[in-house]
């Protein structure tokens, strides 16, 4: 019992030792020379695999680079996925969380986050000239989505009276619409607009709706640490004044990028 | 059907992004895909063998708390999915020891111990399906227990036991799809990310990948069969 009360009070104090070495992020950056940041690999064009360079490059991984080159040190990429993000920050295992991560309040228990840094809205995907505009065209009608999404769960709010059929992932609902088993495909719009640049005939489908939901992103930062987040959100801020922010966003979402998205929002600047 | 998309990354699912830079005459980039799955489960089996022949004489053991231990650890590990062990090796590391483990070695741990307890039990059942009079025997000619153990029970005793430690093996191999999980970039992690990106091809490039899967237990199948008639020779019993 001695030994046990023994091992459980090393655990807690593991813990808390854990817990003391979050504090000044920053100068452990600076001094480690490094900024590592938790990317995804597989969610084009936020993060992925490159064809080519077989290296991870996208969206996410400029914004972590513009971040690593104001504080002059290298950027290290570490793949990460839905369900380890947020414990690897928790953990130090990364010090940064640039991975499609919606900020949600029931989030801020375990981190803190950035300012948004992408306004990533809720849409549907249709066919053109299909008679489907906004949600309230969907009564009735059958959408597709995928397991276990946001999305699922917000449509079926939105419009109570659709039938909402889950696939494992995007492509299969996209290939679902192509062969009619549904009329729409409900997701974040960025990973529409790439669903429909990869069809052969990309002006066949159109990505259209209202509002629906807001999936703010933000990035994913060790809780109560305000020199950090401070440093992160003066970063974003200027990125955006500088005009840094619409190169890269050009450079992913714009009219010659393969996931043509038109940028309509603005990022919330402090005077 | 799309199958240049497959053709088009055939080396990444093989390989990863593993390069042979012929300028400066270097090797560039990170072991993944096909290869690391096979990796990962060589070092699996390599380790979860030796692990199991410890617990399952540990079992058989006769004194109470050696066996204690290692029912207690089969018994946990068996009752527990593999998924679930793979998260805490990877979340509770850094808790314990202070730092993070790399993913590659927190899961190649998880399936050495989750295969381990499996190996174990097989172990058990094949020393104890031997007649007890070969442990006599081998007692009264004054070799000692564990000898005895070494160079009699063992040597017949493993060789019965290779169809299922075979089973356990093949099973740990499509087991390695697991480990994306945490983000080691195997086989199934490369599939995810290629699909994703091209996003046009998914049947085409999830057929390849089950038939690469296919391909690595067939080869060790069938390389169990050819030991297993080679062995057979020396067998004494069962002609």
């Known amino acids: 019992m001695k030994k046990l009360s023994f091992a459980l009070a090393l655990l807690a104090a593991c813990t808390m030792l854990a817990g003391a070495a979050f504090a000044g992020k920053l100068d452990d950056i600076k001094k480690n020379g490094v900024l590592v940041a938790g990317v995804k690999d597989s969610q084009p064009p936020f993060g992925y695999v490159d064809e080519q360079s077989k290296q991870i490059v ?3 991984i400029d914004v972590c680079k513009y971040l ?10 570490k793949p990460v996925t839905s ?42 995907l249709v066919k053109k000239g299909g008679g489907i505009k906004t949600v309230a065209d969907l009564a009735g009608k059958k959408v597709g989505s995928a397991k276990g999404s946001t999305s699922e769960k917000n449509i079926q709010a939105a419009q109570p009276k659709c039938q909402v059929i889950s696939y494992d992932t995007y492509p ?23 669903l429909k640049a990869t069809d052969e005939k990309p002006e066949m489908w159109e990505v259209t709706g209202d509002f629906i939901a807001d999936e703010p992103y933000g990035l994913g930062l060790p809780e109560n640490d305000s020199d950090y987040r401070d440093f992160v959100n003066a970063s974003l801020m200027e990125m955006w004044r500088s ?14 990028s393969k996931c043509p998205l038109e940028l309509k929002w603005k990022m919330e600047l402090w005077p | 059907m799309r199958w240049d998309v497959v053709w088009n990354n055939i080396d990444y699912f093989l390989w990863g992004s593993l390069n042979f830079d012929t300028q ?50 089969i018994e946990l590990v068996r009752g527990t999915p593999l998924l679930m062990l793979i998260f805490w090796f990877y979340f509770l590391a850094p808790i314990v020891l202070g730092t993070a483990v790399p993913e590659f070695q927190s899961t190649l741990i998880a399936f050495i111990v989750f295969t381990g307890a499996y190996v174990g039990e097989i172990v058990r059942a094949g020393v104890t399906a031997l007649p007890k009079g070969q442990m006599e025997a081998a007692r009264g000619t004054g070799l000692t227990h564990f000898q005895a153990m070494r160079l009699v029970i063992l040597p017949q005793a493993l060789r019965n036991m290779i169809p299922s430690f075979v089973n356990q093996f093949v099973s740990l191999t499509k087991d390695t799809s697991l480990a994306s999980i945490i983000g080691v970039n195997e086989l199934t992690n490369t599939a995810t990310q290629v699909n994703n990106r091209t996003m046009n091809a998914p049947f085409e490039i ?27 020779r020396y067998q004494a019993r069962g002609r």
């Open chain 1, 58 to 60: 996208g969206f996410e």
């Open chain 1, 172 to 194: 299969m609902a996209f290939l679902a619409l192509k062969q009619g088993k549904v009329d729409a495909v409900t997701t974040d719009a960025p990973i529409l607009a790439g």
């Open chain 1, 68 to 77: 690593a080159d104001k504080l002059g040190v290298k950027l290290e990429i």
């Open chain 1, 83 to 124: 369900a380890t993000r947020i414990p690897m920050l928790t953990q130090g295992s990364v010090d940064i969380v640039a991975a499609t991560m919606t900020h949600k309040i029931e989030r801020e228990a375990e981190i803190d986050f950035s300012i948004t840094y992408f306004p990533a809205e809720q849409k549907l």
């Open chain 1, 243 to 256: 005009g840094e922010y619409a190169k890269i966003y050009d450079k992913w979402f714009g009219p010659k």
């Open chain 2, 24 to 73: 400066n005459m270097r090797v560039t980039g990170e072991l993944g895909g096909l290869a690391l799955a096979v990796v990962l489960a060589a070092l699996g089996i390599f380790g979860a063998f030796w692990l199991g022949l410890a617990a399952g004489l540990m079992r058989l053991s006769r004194r109470a708390w050696v066996k204690a231990i290692a029912v207690i650890y």
């Open chain 2, 206 to 232: 999830f057929i390849t990948i089950a038939a690469l899967y296919f391909l690595i237990c067939w080869v060790l199948t069938a390389t169990s069969r050819r030991l297993e008639k080679h062995l057979a």
